[in-house]
């Protein structure tokens, strides 16, 4: 589910807790979460309902009129109307292990293991770790500059960084990128 800054914003402020969306099927679902450009948003619930059924009160916790609501809804022919009521932002739990530098042997033997995984998935062959010199040698320099170092398309690099990500090694930056104190701890062990 995508929220654009503005509805990010007043949900932030507190104006939007309720959001309709119309999909075949929902990408969100009660009790999980939804990582945005503000924070990780708790979902409280997902509910399949009717246009009919929502009401003007309901339009209005969503920010807007119900006649603006039902038009953007009708937008999309195809697909179920889902009501999703939203929680409070939570902190992001990447962000604590990208901050968690005190690695034991087990934390390295699984990282290498888990970045080994990758590489192995590859069709480039190994990248894991000449990703993770790179950004270590060049913070915050352009995704696009460092694709072209080696000869990627950007979208291939950012998808390949977002995976060291995951795994709380490296920061997201505009522009650019960081390795983490996870990372630099682990790129100091190997």
Same mark, same amino acid.
């Not at 995508?2 to 932030?12: E, T």
């Not at 190994?126 to 460092?146: C, G, I, K, M, S």
């Given at each position: 589910m995508?929220?654009?800054?503005?509805?990010?914003?007043?949900?932030?402020t507190g104006d939007v807790d309720l959001v309709f969306?119309?999909?075949?099927?929902?990408?969100?679902?009660?009790?999980?979460?939804?990582?945005?450009?503000?924070?990780? =948003?708790?979902?409280?619930?997902?509910? =399949?309902?009717?246009i009919d059924s929502i009401s003007e009160a309901d339009a209005l916790r969503a920010g807007m009129s119900l006649e603006r609501l039902v038009e953007f809804l009708n937008q999309k022919k195809e697909g179920d109307v889902y009501r999703v009521e939203l929680g409070s932002f939570i902190e992001d739990p990447r962000v604590a292990l990208r901050e968690d530098d005190r690695l034991t042997e087990e934390d390295v033997d699984r990282l290498m293991e888990r970045l080994n995984r990758l590489d192995g998935a590859s069709r480039r062959g190994?990248?894991?770790?000449?990703?993770?010199?790179?950004?270590?040698?060049?913070?915050?320099?352009?995704?696009?500059? =460092?694709a072209d170092r080696l000869g990627l398309e950007k979208d291939v690099f950012k998808n390949d960084v977002r995976k060291l990500k995951?795994?709380?090694l490296t920061i997201s930056h505009s522009p650019g990128y960081e390795v983490s104190p996870r990372g630099k701890e682990l790129l100091r062990r190997i």
């Open positions: 995508l929220l654009r800054r503005v509805v990010l914003d007043s949900i932030i969306r119309r999909w075949k099927r929902p990408t969100v679902k009660t009790g999980g979460s939804l990582r945005t450009q503000a924070g990780m =948003l708790q979902i409280k619930e997902v509910e =399949l309902v009717s190994p990248w894991t770790l000449l990703f993770l010199r790179l950004l270590e040698a060049n913070p915050h320099v352009r995704a696009q500059d =460092l995951m795994l709380g």
